[in-house]
């Protein structure tokens, strides 16, 4: 999976920001990468970041000590740990979660179950991401539009 979407090229392509696919990976992995530590890695760092796959358990643990290493040798400290979730909505493509459809509803579309059932994890991964309340939602209608659904 190395994809950088539409809606989030303008910052996400130069990699200056963390892209969703690597927000994805972040949190299959259980890792909290603050922006200060993404902005002292490398070019070739955060390449391997979108890169590196991060599916299977080997891969997850590959993506977690790579994250670890790479930030410790930039500044010295190990980014923190989250909890994975082991049934996150993105992977659930029968229900469209609440968030996801208020905000859907604040720029007058209505998300329907089969319309959320045909987007790829990562795609409801970016709506969930875009749909919560702390998260500047600009992005959430070119994110629908994108995803052929607005």
């Not at 603050?34 to 991060?54: F, M």
């Not at 080997?58 to 994975?84: F, K, T």
Request: net charge negative; hydrophobic share 35%.
């Amino acid at each position: 999976m190395s994809q950088i979407f539409e809606f989030e090229a303008d910052f996400a392509e130069s990699l200056r920001c963390i892209p969703m696919q690597v927000r994805y990976k972040l949190d299959t992995c259980g890792v909290k990468l603050k922006l200060t530590h993404w902005n002292h890695l490398s070019p070739e760092e955060r390449q391997t970041l979108v890169q590196q796959p991060c599916t299977t358990e080997a891969e997850i643990q590959s993506y977690r000590s790579y994250l670890h290493q790479v930030v410790h040798s930039q500044m010295g400290e190990v980014p923190s740990d989250l909890p994975i979730d082991p049934d996150p909505a993105w992977l659930n493509g029968a229900i469209v979660p609440e968030s996801v459809q208020e905000q859907g509803k604040s720029v007058g579309v209505q998300i329907n179950s089969t319309q959320w059932a045909h987007l790829t994890p990562l795609q409801r991964f970016a709506l969930i991401k875009l749909s919560r309340s702390q998260h500047e939602n600009k992005n959430f209608l070119p994110a629908l539009r994108e995803f052929s659904i607005a």
